[in-house]
């Protein structure tokens, strides 16, 4: 009895801790002339041109991040424990060190060679994807290889060769659809990491949705709290959804061949 009384006291606490700030941003981005309620600053998201730009650009990198991410990690991790498993460690190693880095240090590594990158491709925010999906790395990493460590790689990918499928074939068909729930929960982590990213975009000067913000904040505050209340709950709702990916369905049925 003691433990669930404890139990829900940190959930209500920890349920405060989150909200409040929620409930304050809702508050100041309705306020209205004399103590009045309005949504004008949520009606002017869609009136400021730029403001939508940058949302569709943050948009389009967190797509475009998780993909590049997802087709350099799955087969460079399978690969490894495939054939390559002393290299294990060194890969862990490299894709985890950019947590360890500051967002501005790796910026002032990332500037001489964004000055090429907009040289050649031109200076449109989505050439941050490239930035990105090295940001999301550690997170990415620890959900795909907890993902991997739950099948039996080996033995499915020997199978599958077997019977005549190609290195392509396996991964495209055996492997993928065995860590479907990793691959989902890293992407939904990279999105929710992309959208929320400010230094890199700043100092690199991109326009993108968190670099819009800050930009709002000093002119209309009302409308940047209203886009970060927005930003933070879609956020939520990604990882909300993340903790139900692959839990088994109540009442589903094992069956036997």
């Known amino acids: 009895m003691a433990v669930k009384v404890v139990r829900r006291l940190v959930i209500l606490l920890l349920g405060a801790f989150f909200l409040l700030p929620l409930f304050a941003m809702a508050e100041f981005a309705t306020r209205g002339p004399n103590g009045t309620r309005s949504l004008e600053s949520w009606s002017g998201i869609g009136s400021d041109r730029d403001l939508v730009e940058a949302i569709l650009a943050s948009v389009q990198l967190a797509v475009t991040s998780s993909l590049v991410m997802l087709v350099l990690l799955v087969p460079t991790m399978a690969w490894i424990r495939l054939r390559l498993p002393r290299l294990r460690r060194l890969v862990e190693f490299l894709c985890l060190l950019p947590i360890a880095i500051p967002a501005i240090v790796l910026v002032v590594g990332m500037a001489p060679l964004y000055a090429w990158v907009n040289y050649l491709l031109g200076d449109s925010p989505l050439t941050l994807t490239f930035a990105y999906a090295v940001l999301v790395l550690p997170f990415a990493y620890r959900a795909i290889d907890a993902g991997l460590s739950a099948i039996?790689?080996?033995?499915?990918?020997?199978?599958?060769?077997?019977l005549g499928a190609s290195w392509g074939t396996v991964l495209l068909r055996v492997v993928v659809p065995n860590i479907r729930t990793?691959?989902?929960?890293?992407?939904?982590?990279?999105?929710?990491?992309?959208?929320g990213e400010f230094t890199i975009a700043s100092l690199l000067n991109f326009d993108t949705l968190q670099v819009r913000?800050?930009?709002l904040g000093k002119r209309n505050a009302g409308v940047s709290v209203a886009v970060s209340l927005l930003s933070l709950l879609f956020a939520f709702v990604l990882l909300f959804l993340l903790s139900f990916i692959g839990r088994p369905r109540r009442g589903a049925v094992v069956e036997e061949g």
């Open 152 to 162: 039996d790689l080996k033995t499915l990918a020997e199978a599958a060769r077997g």
């Open 182 to 195: 990793a691959l989902i929960g890293a992407s939904l982590l990279s999105v929710a990491l992309v959208l």
């Open 213 to 215: 913000v800050n930009l």
